[in-house]
């Protein structure tokens, strides 16, 4: 009577895991969206007077939780890109010296999760909206490709690529 019990038990604790999982576990398409949306976070530039060598520490420490070390960004103003975390943090403690406030929104995102791989090509556009230190407002449309990767049941960005304004991407 005892080994019917557990094992109808167990088959209830069972059938209960697989609810939760199919109707309130996190797909991939909302881990990587959750991603893209903490890579917005970082990079936001705050008004708020804050020590700049702080945000840049900051910023270092949350960039290792949506970008994989050997992420490569590419802007075609720029001639090229930036290799690494530590060039991409480099690159966000720089634009603090640019703009006094500037925030990042994706719109349109698109994600194709690549069969059999642990991969997903997203795209997007990206709208930049900030002042800069003369105080000059700046909106700023681009399309941008992202690579991404599965690192266990997270996602993380392995390379950007921010199209200029006369190509679409």
Known sequence: MRTKALAAAAAALGVAAIIFFVFFGKSDEDRIREALARLTQVVEIKDDGSNPLLRAARVR??????????VHVSISELGGGRQGRQGIADAAAQAQLLFTSAQVDLRHVEIKLE???????????????GKRRGGESRRD?????????????????????????????
């Not at 960039?63 to 994989?68: D, E, K, N, P, R």
């Not at 059999?116 to 709208?127: D, I, K, M, N």
């Not at 599965?150 to 199209?163: A, L, M």
């Open 61 to 70: 420490d949350d960039l290792a939780q949506v970008l994989t070390d050997d």
């Open 115 to 129: 069969t059999g791989a642990p991969t997903a090509q997203v795209s997007a556009e990206a709208r930049l909206t």
């Open 141 to 169: 449309d681009r399309n941008v490709d992202f690579l991404l990767v599965k690192d266990g049941s997270q996602w993380k960005i392995r390379s950007i690529t921010v199209w200029s304004p006369d190509r679409g991407g």
